[in-house]
T-cell receptor
Framework: DVKVTQSSRYLVKRTGEKVFLECVQD?????MFWYRQDPGLGLRLIYF???????EKGDIPEGYSVSREKKERFSLILESASTNQTSMYLC???????????FGQGTRLTVV | AQSVTQLGSHVSVSEGALVLLRCNYS??????LFWYVQYPNQGLQLLLK??????LVKGINGFEAEFKKSETSFHLTKPSAHMSDAAEYFC?????????????FGKGTKLSVKP
């Protein structure tokens, strides 16, 4: 069974903290993605990676960075958390042959 | 550029009634289309996908969708709603732009099922 695992389901962080969200997939997928989901806005792409150490900006990269040192792991970093980054964060992965994506359970981040 | 529009942010049906969730897409190339379901505080689960084979696609949990090129639509249906179908549903199209394999999502339709 395919699996995308996000390290935390719920996180509460303070404004200005550096926050790490971790995502691991066990399907040997080339592509990995980070989305944020907000009510009424749907899913918006933050960053994606198509190979180890490769990354590309999505639609809303400001305030975020990513790291992909190993094929199975894709980390999202909030350099200095702000209250407007309170959201649900979803990680996904896909292969270059499959047309769909598999999602993790999501991390609900609250910045206070 | 590809885009997806879901008509209706909320849909309410009675248990046993037909479910119809609407999705229209915009794409300059033959699209790959998807429907995902999200239960509260969960990630997204793939319901079904269209990849240019049969135009009527059957998915999990009794859902199906029909690709209609002339109408640029990919509506999701289920003949008889069950209480467990209450969730949010997202239609998506594969992005042929710079992001390999990325999906462009609609804003979602929340389905309520009344007893």
């Amino acid at each position: 069974d395919v699996k995308v695992t996000q390290s935390s389901r719920y996180l509460v962080k303070r404004t200005g903290e550096k926050v790490f969200l971790e995502c691991v997939q066990d399907m040997d997928h080339e592509n990995m993605f980070w989305y944020r989901q907000d009510p009424g806005l749907g899913l918006r792409l933050i960053y994606f990676s198509y190979d180890v150490k490769m990354k590309e900006k999505g639609d809303i990269p400001e305030g975020y960075s990513v790291s992909r040192e190993k094929k199975e792991r894709f980390s999202l970093i909030l350099e200095s958390a702000s209250t407007n980054q309170t959201s649900m964060y979803l990680c996904a992965s896909s292969s270059i042959t499959d047309r769909g994506a598999f999602f993790g359970q999501g991390t609900r981040l609250t910045v206070v | 550029a590809q885009s997806v529009t879901q008509l209706g942010s909320h849909v309410s049906v009675s248990e046993g009634a037909l479910v119809l969730l609407r999705c229209n897409y915009s794409s300059s190339v033959p699209p790959y289309l998807f429907w995902y379901v999200q239960y509260p505080n969960q990630g997204l689960q793939l319901l079904l996908k269209y990849t240019s084979a049969a135009t009527l696609v059957k998915g999990i949990n009794g859902f199906e969708a029909e690709f209609k090129k002339s109408e640029t639509s990919f509506h999701l249906t289920k003949p008889s709603a069950h209480m467990s179908d209450a969730a949010e549903y997202f239609c998506a199209v594969r992005d042929y732009g710079g992001s390999q394999g990325n999906l462009i999502f609609g804003k979602g339709t929340k389905l309520s099922v009344k007893p």
